[in-house]
């Protein structure tokens, strides 16, 4: 079965400064997808960035970019320019490619992220 | 406009009872779902059903039962409330056919019980 960890329960950063949250995962297939999610104090879950394993390319979306290492099955999330707003609890989240495993998301435990004045 | 909408937001309840949770997605999705947020923010899948079948059923007890009348409507039912039922229940959608994409949550129900 599909695992994914989030060692790390707390963070902090600075206002503008830069942070990344880490996430390692288990897994024997070869094509999935992976993804972090924001979820702040409101409660909703709010897609972050994808990566899709068959991409060697790190995704980025705006501000926010990862460093996906297959070999290593480590799926980090960097986050520049920090901002007070990005204060928010954050997944990782393993999608397995079979199409029978029909989409169902594996989390990690969450990572709480403060931003600091 | 919301993409996925989940009624009601709040709900508290005595141990015993009987209730739904109602979600309903205008994306055109053709797979929803339902996951449990405890109370140390744990996140695990429940059900997933595509096109009104069920694909998912993650070893939930019987007493919580999923209708999907529609794929665009996904509801939670769940019989004779346990104390350990008190969560957040997310319910998500997305387009599995073809390229799979991400999930929408909706804004999740806080289930409390008495």
């Known amino acids: 079965a599909q695992t994914v960890t989030q060692s790390q329960p707390e963070m902090s950063v600075q206002e503008a400064e830069t942070v990344t949250l880490s996430c390692t995962y288990d897994?024997?297939?070869?094509?999935?997808?992976l993804f972090w999610y924001k979820q702040p104090p409101s409660r909703q879950m709010i897609l972050v960035i994808r990566q899709e394993a068959y991409k060697q390319q790190n995704a980025t979306e705006n501000r926010f970019s990862v460093n996906f290492q297959k070999a290593a099955k480590s799926f980090s999330l960097k986050i520049s320019d920090s901002q007070l707003g990005d204060a928010a609890m954050y997944f990782c989240?393993?999608?397995?490619?079979?199409?029978?495993?029909?989409?169902?998301?594996?989390f990690g435990q969450g990572t709480t992220l403060q931003v600091k004045p | 406009d919301t993409a996925v909408s989940q009624t009601p937001k709040y709900l508290v309840t005595q141990m015993g009872n009987d209730k739904s949770i109602k979600c309903e997605q205008n994306l055109g999705h053709d797979t929803m779902y339902w996951y449990k947020q405890d109370s140390k923010k744990f996140l695990k899948i429940m059900f997933s059903?595509?096109?009104?079948?069920?694909?998912i059923n993650e070893t939930v007890p019987n007493r919580f039962s999923p209708k999907s009348p529609d794929k665009a409507h996904l509801n939670l039912h769940i019989n004779s409330l346990e104390l350990g039922d008190s969560a957040v229940y997310f319910c998500?959608?997305?387009?599995?056919?073809?390229?799979?994409?991400?999930?929408?949550f909706g804004d999740g129900t806080r289930l409390s019980i008495l």
């Open positions: 989240a393993y999608r397995s490619g079979l199409a029978s495993n029909t989409g169902k998301l594996i």
């Open positions: 059903y595509n096109n009104k079948e069920l694909i």
């Open positions: 998500a959608s997305s387009q599995d056919t073809g390229l799979p994409q991400p999930q929408h």
């Open positions: 897994t024997s297939e070869s094509d999935y997808y």
